[in-house]
């Protein structure tokens, strides 16, 4: 394993932590599988599946060969993070009209979003190297789980969390895990230009969205969705977008699954973006060559208002590679949306809603048939944000009965 520069190609070991490049590219990991047998490893991680206590009970370090082979397991800091629910609901198959459709609820992690599958990496790689202090920039989910893997490999951990436009259940969690939260007036794209600014000197080992550890992960969601469907995926995959680093990583996935034989068909890629946070989206549909960054992205789908996606040319790549298309959705579109998820019990923050809303739109205008597959990520817990709940359920909460028995019995 090593790290390449997706700029200048220069390459570095892993056994260092850098941000970036020297030229300020940056660093992806790049593994040889040439060796690797796929079969074989189908076998193994099916006999893992068997695990309760080792590493590789994890849905993550299951698939240790393909995420970090080289990294001796006394570093790593586990929760069985992954091994999330997959899901069907025929109400909401049978109202969009669709022939297949799945939810993959990464809402089932540990500290409740798909961050603990890149998180878990990138924190044991921070303390295989002698880190014991760990820092990142948060629209809320990273730093949850960077506080929650931080406290339980006996580290610190210190957050830098923008005042606005967050979630207040997000920022309580991360306290509670006893991080160090720093507020600031800005956004989120204000924190990573910081952390790469003085990550260094600081002495911190930085956990963004662009630490190429991370995104090793979160491949690990497709491996996992693939595993359970028997190594043969739907034909078309939704996920929401806000740093990008997820498509990126799932489109990772998907290419070692590919190379490596363990899937036929690679699916088609739709990755959907809250409107008025959805500088890559507009890119994209203008046919544009580079992304102008939005100043002041606004959507009620906290973990998506980033305006400025640090990950928009891996993003793009992945796209064209999987013949993907993208979309944007309102937010009354994603509220919509999380109520069908919600009632089916399913349930998710808003972010993630923004895949169903997305795949209705997607439906409407014939990008995807109806006689075809799909599958959502829901990316994020249903109690992440209390503070929609509240707004979108008022009307539901039957109120001001004086005798519960009579009133409810005779109406
Ligand atoms: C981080 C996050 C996203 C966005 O993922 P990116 O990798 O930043 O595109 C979506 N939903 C939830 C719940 C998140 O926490
Ligand atoms: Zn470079």
Redesign the pocket.
């Known amino acids: 394993m090593k790290l390449v520069c997706v700029d200048c190609s220069a390459e570095r070991s892993w056994r260092e932590f850098s941000m970036a490049c020297s030229c300020g590219g940056r660093l992806e990991v790049v593994q040889d599988l040439s060796r690797v047998d796929g079969e074989r490893l189908k076998t193994l991680f099916h006999e893992r599946l068997a695990e309760r206590m080792s590493v590789y009970a994890s849905g993550v370090w299951r698939y240790k060969e393909l995420i970090f082979p080289e990294l001796p397991e006394e570093y790593i800091v586990t929760k069985f993070e992954g091994n999330t629910g997959l899901y069907t609901s025929e109400p909401i198959r049978r109202k969009l009209g669709i022939r297949e459709l799945y939810f993959k609820a990464q809402s089932e992690n540990p500290s409740g ?3 603990d599958n890149g998180m878990t990496v990138a924190v044991s790689h921070g303390r295989s190297l002698g880190y014991n202090r760990f820092a990142c920039a948060s ?4 730093s949850s789980s960077l506080a929650m893997y931080a406290a339980m490999g006996e580290c610190t951990s210190q957050v830098y969390v923008p005042n606005r436009s967050i979630s207040m259940n997000k920022v309580l969690q991360t306290l509670a895990y006893g991080a160090q939260v720093i507020r600031f007036d800005g956004t989120y794209d204000d924190g990573i230009r910081f952390l790469e600014q003085h990550g260094a000197e600081l002495g911190l080992y930085v956990c963004n ?1 662009v630490n190429p550890f991370r995104i090793e992960g979160q491949k690990s969601i497709i491996y996992e969705t693939a595993q359970n469907l028997n190594w043969e995926l739907p034909d078309w995959i939704l996920i ?8 990126s990583a799932l489109g990772k996935g998907l290419r070692d699954l590919k190379n490596l034989g363990m899937i036929d068909k690679v699916p088609r890629i739709a990755l959907i973006q809250a409107e008025g946070a959805s500088p890559f989206h507009r890119m994209m549909a203008a046919g544009k060559e580079q992304l102008t960054p939005e100043t002041h992205p606004a959507t009620k789908a906290s ?2 208002n ?1 305006g400025n ?1 640090p ?1 928009w040319q891996i993003a793009r790549r992945v796209l064209q590679l999987c013949q993907g298309v993208t979309c944007s959705v309102s937010d009354e579109e994603i509220l919509a949306s999380k109520r069908m998820i919600d009632q089916s019990g399913i349930g998710c ?1 808003p ?2 809603a923004a895949t169903l809303a997305g795949l209705s739109k997607l439906l409407n205008d014939q990008t995807i048939g109806k006689e075809e597959s799909a599958l959502c990520i829901l ?2 817990n249903l109690l ?1 944000d209390t503070e929609i709940l509240a707004e979108t359920t008022d009307e539901m909460l039957h109120s001001g009965l004086a005798h519960v028995t009579d009133e409810v019995v005779s109406s």
Request: cysteine-free; charged content about 10%.
């Open positions: 979003s798909f961050k629209t809320g989910n990273t969205s929401p977008g806000g740093a990008l680093s997820n498509v973990a998506l980033i996606p990950s923050e972010a993630s990316t994020g992440k």
